[in-house]
């Protein structure tokens, strides 16, 4: 600091040393680098607006369209579990080889009989929690820390955040290792549960956030740390037991993601990153477009089937990632990766893409527009919301909307298109805080570049037929006959809550006898903030939309399935939900990260 | 440079006349008034402080309730696992359940209170809440050694309810003193990891969250009921 600015600023400190002191002070917090917890920000109270800004910086710019994506993704690889006999997988924990203390899998004998897994009974994956330093998330950055689940591929090689291929009627082991350093310093921390969004998974496989775990700490909800854990993925539809066999394939999700969901630290973990994509297949939507299965939709199939993962990041003047883990409403980030990278470029062929839209937070909301290098808007086909395909494609859409957790699955046919041609997928919601969007405003924040820059390998055959998967509506007898449970979503004493009550993962808030039906009234009244619900294990479906009391259309793209309910401001949602198959604890929450830890969540149970 | 050393040099002096090992009621006052006479100066030293510091922390100079001069950040935070609450004695509303929680947070806690897990409160009426004052309150309720009841300036402590995330963006919600009774503000300075835990949930869950900043703990919940 010159002497002057010096001597300038003890003269302010004269004139005014309360105000100036406090700017002062914030100013002091944003020079050092190595701050962890700092409170990096400017707070000023702005007289007219009468709000407190606690502002960060911005990211440092970057230059767009330096990195590229992978021209197709690789599904995670098999790993043998059933190599080393001493460490088979098995139904009860098998802590005395370093399992944690979870509870015993549900239904392990009736899938694969007592006690040792057979060969090919199960497909068998193994992921690794672990700290990759010199990640990139964009060339102007210096590489540093991030958090991945690391997979194999086929050839053996490691990469980060893998995308599972698993099939309906094919259940899944899935043994988890916790490789994080446990001397980790700053925001995140070393335990992981791993929840996958929204298999109809038993209880102690979803990754129930008190179940967090690593090799020397063990969570509310489990009885002992572990160095792995065995989660089993049956990959039935719901309706076991209404329907028999595999269930009722009406019931059936597609895009479905991973994420820690560690209790107290889901945003901060979230923020290193570990979330990553499990596509599910049937014989209906078969991840082949070349399906001789006339039943078989075809829709475009890997390598032309893509996940996207956005997430909201935000970086220091070193270009270091920063989450103020002491600000109550956490840190929006002003930078969007793709797949871990900012504004990168995917290379397409001449042809049909399904893209798998994934908003996996922490906080930000998106409205996704594809424009061309005008910023005219383009037209996409939307054929699933939250990973459930629509009973019947929606053509002609110009525009998808994400809160946190949402999935949405598009088609686009770059064949319209001559090879060469540039196209941008662009976010166009504005967002200035966690609490919530704003409005929409042209031309938006390009987030990824697509290149047609090849003619296919061979003609595309893949298509969007008419009709996609039937939907099991409740009938008008199942809705008045269901018991209906009202949820108030508010926020008092700087904290986030459900029918003015905290988290509690060792209580239960409802309980619901299996095989029963409900109707959940999901209700914000605040007009200040948005509300991403999401409810853990079954799809629901909305059955009515009020805003300020008065009922609203529910949006076209929101009639089937659902998983997250984004309850916008002033808006009550009524969710008809069936609770089939497995017992346990489940939670249901607001998706805002943020909002989860500060303690937005409660837990529910089914019983037998 | 010179200017500050001065400044803390007249503070130890002041602080050292009173006699501070062994305060009564009427001599914590005494602190108290000294505080405040040197309240334009202490502002100096604050600024000076922080900068001093990597952790973001204002290392502010505050008083316990019994009667002891303690740097916010050296004392208080540095390499300490910490649960830290803003509460007034005055608060009628949700203070009363959150200062019993934390005490069946501390009783929980055992000897590991004041010794691997340090609790703090931290006034949010300054103005009110002089060390004897504290101190009384601290005698009614029963709370133990090892959790120290916290006042000072008040614009430290409005710099330190900011620094903490004790605060709302609507300066409405801010303004009120109660809306930031509700939250424990747990962390581990070492690690660099901070959470919170909500002053009203169960103990033994604000007890969980703190056992999982500490790196001593293996299981982090224990049962408070049977």
């Known amino acids: 600091m010159s002497k002057s600015s010096g001597n300038r600023q003890q003269e302010a400190q004269q004139h005014n040393p309360i105000s100036t002191s406090r700017r002062h002070f914030f100013k002091q917090s944003l020079v050092g680098s190595t ?5 990096a920000f400017i707070i000023s109270r702005n007289s007219t607006a009468q709000t407190i800004e606690p502002e960060l910086p911005p990211s440092p710019p970057t230059t767009p369209w330096l990195d590229e994506l992978p021209i197709a993704i690789e599904p995670l690889a098999q790993t043998d579990l059933l190599a080393d006999t001493s460490m088979l997988p098995q139904g ?16 392990w004998d009736d899938f694969f009989g007592s006690p040792v897994l057979q060969p090919d009974q199960a497909d068998l994956y193994e992921l690794r929690a672990k700290a990759d330093p010199q990640h990139v998330f964009h060339p102007d950055y210096p590489p540093q820390l991030m958090w991945n689940f690391e997979g194999k591929t086929q050839a053996g090689t490691p990469y980060p955040n893998p995308t599972f291929f698993a099939r309906y009627g094919r259940p899944i082991i899935m043994r988890l290792h916790n490789e994080l350093p446990q001397n980790h310093t700053g925001f995140g921390t070393p335990e992981i ?17 008190g179940d967090y775990f690593s090799p020397v700490k063990s969570g509310p909800t489990l009885a002992a740390p572990g160095y792995f854990k065995d989660h089993f993925y049956p990959n039935v539809y719901a309706g076991v037991e209404e329907f028999g066999s595999i269930g009722d394939m009406r019931e059936a999700l597609g895009t479905l993601w991973y994420h820690d969901h560690t209790l107290d630290f889901t945003a901060p973990n979230a923020s290193r990153g570990m979330a990553g994509f499990y596509l599910l297949f049937d014989d209906l939507d078969s991840g082949d477009e070349h399906d001789a299965n006339p039943a078989a939709l075809r829709l475009p ?12 990041k935000r970086f220091d003047a070193s270009g270091i990632q920063i989450f103020n883990q002491l600000d109550p409403e956490g840190t929006l980030g002003d930078k969007i990766t793709v797949n871990g990278k900012i504004e990168p470029v995917l290379r397409v062929a001449r042809r049909k893409y399904r893209f798998r839209l994934l908003n996996a937070g922490p906080s930000r909301f998106y409205e996704f527009y594809l424009v061309n290098s005008a910023n005219t808007v383009q037209k996409f086909i939307h054929i699933s919301n939250d990973g459930n395909l629509f009973t019947a494609p929606l053509r002609n ?66 298509r969007v037929p008419n009709v996609l998967r039937p939907i099991r509506m409740p009938t008008a007898d199942e809705i008045s006959a269901a018991p209906v449970r009202r949820w108030t979503f508010s926020r008092s004493n700087g904290l986030w809550k459900i029918n003015n009550r905290l988290v509690d993962v060792n209580s239960p808030r409802a309980t619901i006898t299996k095989g029963n039906t409900e109707v959940w009234e999901l209700n914000n009244p605040s007009g200040g903030w948005s509300h991403p619900v999401h409810i853990h294990f079954e799809e629901g479906v909305i059955l009515g939309k009020f805003v300020n009391g008065v009922q609203v259309p529910i949006p076209v793209h929101e009639r089937g399935r659902k998983d997250v309910y984004v309850l916008g401001p002033n808006t009550m949602l009524r969710i008809f939900l069936r609770f089939r198959d497995f017992t346990g604890k489940y939670v249901m929450h607001c998706h805002n990260m943020i909002h989860e830890d500060h303690a937005m969540m409660l837990r529910w149970d089914i019983k037998a | 440079m010179k200017n500050e050393d001065t ?22 006052n005494k602190v108290w008034d000294a505080m405040r006479a040197e309240q334009q100066t202490e502002l100096a030293t604050t600024l000076s402080s922080h900068a001093a510091n990597n952790s973001g922390f204002p290392n502010v100079s505050l008083v316990t309730h019994e009667g002891e001069i303690v740097r916010f950040y050296d004392d208080l935070i540095r390499n300490k696992v910490v649960a ?5 004695t005055q608060c009628a509303g949700i203070c009363p359940v959150a200062t019993a929680n934390l005490l069946r947070v501390q009783d929980l806690l055992g000897l590991r209170a004041g010794r691997d897990i340090f609790m703090y409160s931290l006034t949010l009426q300054p103005e009110l809440d002089t060390p004897a004052t504290l101190k009384r309150y601290a005698e009614r309720h029963g709370i133990q050694p090892g959790w120290k009841l916290l006042t000072g300036m008040p614009e430290d402590i409005e710099l330190l309810r900011y620094s903490l995330g004790f605060f709302d963006r609507d300066a409405e919600v801010d303004d009120i003193k109660e809306n930031h009774t509700g939250m424990v503000r747990i962390g581990n300075d070492a690690l660099g990891r901070w959470s919170m835990a909500p002053s009203l949930a169960e103990p033994s869950q604000i007890l969980a969250t703190i056992n999982h900043l500490d790196p001593k703990v293996v299981h982090t919940y224990t049962s408070t009921h049977s």
């Open chain 2, 84 to 88: 830290i609450n803003m509460m007034y």
């Open chain 1, 92 to 107: 009860i924990a098998h802590t005395e080889i370093g399992e944690c203390g979870r509870n015993n899998h549900q239904h």
């Open chain 2, 7 to 28: 400044t803390t040099n007249t503070r130890r002096e002041i602080l050292a006349g009173l006699g501070l090992a062994t305060l009564g009621l009427a001599s914590l």
């Open chain 1, 35 to 39: 701050v962890l917890a700092a409170p």
């Open chain 1, 397 to 462: 859409r110009d525009r998808i909307r994400l809160g946190v957790a949402e999935r949405g699955d598009i088609v686009i046919d770059f064949s319209k298109y001559a090879l060469g041609t540039e196209l941008y997928l662009v976010n166009r919601l504005v967002q200035e805080k966690t609490r919530g969007p704003k409005n929409v405003a042209a031309p938006g924040v390009r987030v990824l570049k697509f290149i047609i820059d090849r003619e296919p390998s061979e003609p595309d055959v893949s």
């Open chain 1, 301 to 312: 199939s890997h390598p032309y089937d893509y996940p996207l993962l956005f997430q909201d």
């Open chain 1, 193 to 209: 549960s791993m929840h996958l969004h929204n298999l109809h998974t038993p209880s102690e496989s979803d990754g129930f956030p």
